[in-house]
């Protein structure tokens, strides 16, 4: 079955700067890769997704990057702020609906 | 619009005893699917849904049975609880037929089996 692996577990950084996640998977079928924000008491949220056959998608200060051939990608988020502190989740799809979710990254931005 | 909703939020057995967590969904998805997330493991599917009358096994059902007799509805049955079903478990939805668009997920409910 698949395997998504996630790196870093935590990250922290001070606002404004730009932060990174990373995500590699097993499974060459995958074509759909979404990332969710886990907010404290929350269920998780989509907040960008890219679809096999593109390589890069931003909405404003969220951006994620997909490389088919390596099995790996990352989500970069842009002029951090303390409200995008919160748990990240990337995942991959394989045609079904079923979702394989990636171990987490906690990103704590520092005001 | 209230999207996914489970209930309880939060719920304390004992070991051996049995119980349902509830889902429902307003949004007439046809597929449903239960996860579960542990620390350092991310979620983990357990049961899922293509339809009403229709459910299968994700990566971890042993210990969980699921049932859909409504395409609203579809509630995780805990047999005889176990220390090691101590978990947070999340309720999502989506439309079946478009595959790679958003799930939905309900707010959690953490469960602690002492």
């Known amino acids: 079955g698949e395997n998504v692996e996630q790196h870093p577990s935590t990250l922290s950084v001070q606002e404004g700067d730009s932060a990174v996640i990373k995500c590699t998977y097993s499974d060459s079928a995958s074509n759909y890769f979404p990332w969710y924000k886990q907010e404290l008491g929350k269920g998780p949220q989509l907040i960008i997704d890219i679809r096999s056959n593109v390589g890069e998608k931003k909405d404003q200060r969220i951006a994620v990057t997909l490389n088919k051939t390596a099995k790996h990608f990352s989500l970069h988020i842009t002029e951090t702020q303390p409200e995008d502190s919160a748990v990240y989740f990337c995942a991959t799809q394989t045609g079904a609906n079923n979702l394989f979710f990636g171990t987490g990254t906690r990103l704590t931005v520092i005001p | 619009n209230a999207g996914v909703t489970q209930t309880p939020k939060f719920q304390v057995l004992k070991t051996g005893q049995s119980m349902t967590l509830q889902c429902a969904q307003d949004?007439?998805?046809?597929?449903m699917s239960w996860y579960r997330q542990d620390p350092g493991m991310g979620l983990r599917l357990i049961h899922y849904s293509v339809g009403a009358g229709i459910t299968d096994q994700g990566e971890v059902p042993n210990g969980y049975n699921v049932s859909r007799s409504t395409t609203e509805d579809f509630p995780l049955r805990l047999l005889s609880a176990a220390p090691s079903q101590t978990s947070v478990y999340f309720c999502?939805?989506?439309?079946?037929?478009?595959?790679?668009?958003?799930?939905?997920f309900g707010q959690g409910t953490r469960l602690t089996v002492v």
């Open positions: 999502a939805s989506s439309y079946q037929d478009r595959p790679d668009t958003e799930a939905f």
């Open positions: 949004m007439n998805h046809e597929y």
